[in-house]
């Protein structure tokens, strides 16, 4: 009898401790108390009065579904910080699609990166100093490092952009991009592309397979640059066109297949080796389902680029933080009314 | 315990069935209806700021020329003061502004376009998009038109082989292959009619013509300076063959036509100044004041020819113009006057059949067409009634042949004269008697 109370006293017990366990994790995350303060203007815009718990985040996870998203809200409402007892707008949907101002339009910066060295900068290379003081200037100054697939969001028309966002992608698949970017990018928790060359992969400074699939699964994007990194936009010397047409088609469609097989991702973005595209080039991509490609124009890109053509600023050699703010232009002044 | 032990069971079961939030909302009601106190995670204050705060801030985004902001703001004072016509009257003005202000840069973006300043049009559809970001058709010609194409179009021609339109294309019938590549074909697929082929532009670095461009380019510029033109023609054509978007032996190639037209105007040949103006590109400083000129020069040429009843002539001419200016009302006019002036000579010769023959190629919706066409049909019952009576005085004179073939002339011309009809049946009827008695 005793030992069946004492059972009963310690299921009891846990049911009781687990109850309570996921009642605390309910108040944590429940959120209804705006309810009775919040007026729905239409399906596009809620009026909420702000609380002092509050945050961007907080409100973006609550009204947007999303808590990356409180720059929305404090780019509508034109504030950088929240008031308890004030009255936000918040925005339901992507407001200014393509970053449209009266004194102009928003550009992102697209960097691009190769490999990184630890104290000795070269040809391609850029330091780890460097890099390390560049990450910490975008986080510094309020940019927001954004995937590939945000990005075409918004050359697409898709989706809004916060206004200082930056993409940052590396070429070739250096293996110094594992060991040395990669820690710092995680420390700052920036997303990147790597556009990997598939002849590349395994060789003596490149990453291995398993090396790019550890980063494929912690989140980094993994697209393609051919197979052997050549010259896409002219012929080789004493190559005829077929041979040259052959050699397009082989650049273009092998490493997307294996980069699909090997990763179980899809892929489909293509930087041009050496920037450089044509005409057959660009039709060729459309025909296997690329949706987007880069050269290296040194540029930022406006939401209405050629998906085809979108620049990118090359970064190497001595980089100091002066030279880097030139590269991150955030927006093109002129006159829209 | 048991019933601690049956609560803590439908607690959970609760919380199963609605989730976090709904527990949680669950407490809140029963804390609400237990107490009017607001838990302490309300917001401080849930006073909403008046509609006369957004209405003046409405205000600001709008003389700010944010006429998307504005909106918002005056929306919200709408949802605030449902009953206030003011604010709807506001809103419904500021929406009727936001598309004038759109349309009207859209329309200014279409013609830099047109015009090819392009840089110009961009701005313009921008500044659409600004004020209203859904426009479509703005958005279609900055993601798309303002961009170079990286395909032509072409629409293939009777007995067209690939290899033909590869040749025509790319001087080189050996990239077949590539037509059949991007038009999932085989390079000996037959080709139908009318079928729309995408041919990818190569440009010369990738596709190396026999003929060296600048050297080329060079030569057309000299034979431009020396008045040339017809040899400046050849070789800025040949440098397109192989380099269709060399802006460069566009310019050359436009500005010979021009100058070709010119002197052929200056010879008063200006149906054939006209056809080389129509080979200029629209934008050619210059080219539509030229095929304005010939036009109107042509067109008095036409007017004098209707003056002098020469209506063959002045068609020809002004059809010749159409084929330029199709939408040229005067010529329209022209054309109309000159069938119905023709169609009422062809009424005084009695000839109407020709008449309405002629009035047939005329636009029905013109006013001298429908009333000459009417003349016509009054006409012909006209002389339908006089061969009538013709009938008649040859049956009273007991001229009974003559009588039926006035009558039958009547009926050519008169269908439904019932008279006529009758008269004929009644005299066949009495030659037969006559016959029988003979």
Request: aromatic share 12%.
């Amino acid at each position: 009898m005793q030992r069946s109370a004492n059972t009963r006293k310690t299921i009891s017990g846990i049911v009781f401790l687990l109850f309570l366990l996921l009642f605390a994790a309910c108040i944590t995350s429940a959120r209804s108390y705006h309810k009775i303060s919040e007026i729905r203007v239409n399906d596009d815009f809620i009026i909420v009065t702000v609380t002092t718990k509050d945050t961007f985040s907080s409100l973006a996870a609550e009204y947007l579904n999303d808590p990356s998203k409180g720059w929305l809200i404090a780019e509508f409402n034109h504030i950088k910080t929240l008031t308890a007892g004030q009255e936000l707008i918040i925005p339901l949907f992507s407001f200014n699609k393509g970053g449209l101002k009266i004194g102009g339009y928003q550009t992102v910066p697209v960097l691009s990166y190769y490999r990184l060295s630890i104290n000795k900068p070269s040809k391609i290379a850029i330091t780890q100093d460097d890099f390390k003081a560049q990450m910490k200037y975008l986080k510094d100054n309020g940019y927001h490092v954004i995937t590939l697939d945000q990005l075409l969001g918004f050359l697409d028309y898709q989706e809004q952009l916060p206004e200082k966002s930056v993409v940052i992608t590396f070429d070739d698949g250096w293996i110094s991009v594992y060991d040395i970017a990669l820690p710092i990018l995680k420390e700052y928790g920036f997303p990147a592309t790597i556009f990997i060359y598939t002849d590349f992969v395994g060789g003596g400074k490149a990453m291995s397979w398993n090396h790019i699939k550890e980063l494929s699964q912690a989140g980094f994007d993994i697209q393609c640059q051919t197979k052997t990194h050549r010259n896409l936009a002219v012929l080789k010397n004493k190559e005829s066109f077929r041979e040259y047409f052959d050699s397009l088609e082989m650049e273009i469609s092998y490493p997307k297949k294996l980069i699909e097989t090997k990763l179980n991702k899809e892929c489909n973005c293509l930087a041009y080796p050496y920037g450089k595209t044509n005409n057959l080039v660009i039709a060729m991509l459309k025909k296997h389902g690329y949706r987007a490609a880069f050269t290296v124009d040194n540029k930022s890109n406006p939401f209405f680029i050629d998906k085809y053509k979108i620049s990118r600023s090359p970064i190497y050699g001595k980089y100091d933080i002066e030279k880097f703010k030139n590269k991150l232009s955030v927006f093109q002044d002129m006159e829209l009314k | 315990m048991k019933r601690l032990f049956t609560i803590c069971f439908v607690l959970l079961v609760l919380f199963f069935f609605t989730g976090c939030a709904g527990v949680w909302e669950f407490f809140g009601d029963i804390a609400d209806k237990l107490s009017e106190k607001k838990s302490e995670k309300a917001p401080e204050s849930t006073k909403v700021l008046p509609a006369s705060y957004y209405l003046e801030k409405a205000g600001q985004y709008e003389e700010n020329e944010e006429l998307q902001t504005a909106l918002v703001y005056l929306q919200i004072a709408g949802r605030l003061d449902p009953d206030s016509t003011k604010i709807h009257e506001k809103i419904a003005s500021l929406k009727s502004a936001i598309d004038q202000k759109a349309g009207q840069h859209f329309t200014t973006g279409v013609t830099f376009y047109k015009t090819r300043k392009f840089e110009d049009a961009r701005k313009q559809f921008l500044t659409t998009l600004r004020y209203a970001p859904g426009h479509k058709e703005a958005l279609d010609y900055l993601k798309n038109a303002l961009h170079p194409k990286e395909y032509r179009t072409y629409k293939v021609e009777d007995k067209d082989t690939i290899k033909d339109i590869s040749e025509k294309f790319y001087k080189d019938p050996s990239k077949e292959f590539l037509i059949a590549y991007f038009n999932n074909l085989k390079t000996d697929s037959k080709l139908a009619s009318d079928t729309m082929l995408k041919l990818p532009i190569l440009e010369p670095e990738i596709n190396r013509p026999s003929i060296h461009i600048s050297a080329e380019l060079a030569k057309a510029e000299t034979l431009l300076k020396e008045k040339r033109y017809p040899e400046v023609l050849g070789v800025s054509e040949k440098i397109l063959e192989y380099d269709p978007l060399n802006q460069k032996a566009s310019d050359l190639k436009n500005a010979a036509y021009y100058q070709i037209g010119l002197e052929l105007s200056g010879q008063k040949n200006y149906p054939e100044a006209m056809k080389m103006f129509k080979k200029v590109t629209p934008v050619y400083q210059g080219v539509n004041e030229a095929m304005q000129e010939a036009i109107n020069k042509e067109l008095l040429k036409a007017e004098s020819l209707l003056k002098q009843k020469q209506y063959e002539q002045a068609l020809a001419v002004a059809g010749k113009i159409l084929d330029y200016d199709k939408s040229n009302t005067a010529v329209q006019n022209l054309i109309n006057t000159a069938f119905c002036q023709q169609a009422r000579n062809l009424i005084i010769r009695k000839n109407y059949t020709e008449a309405l023959h002629v009035l047939s190629k005329a636009d029905p919706e013109y006013d001298c067409v429908k009333k000459t066409t009417s003349d016509v049909y009054t006409a012909k019952k006209k002389q339908a009634e006089v061969h009538y009576l013709n009938g008649v005085k040859h049956f009273l004179n007991e001229e009974l042949q003559s009588a039926i073939k006035e009558w039958e002339k009547a009926l050519v011309l008169n269908p439904e004269h019932q008279k006529a009809k009758k008269n004929i049946s009644n005299a066949r009827s009495l030659l037969e008697k006559l016959k029988k008695v003979k």
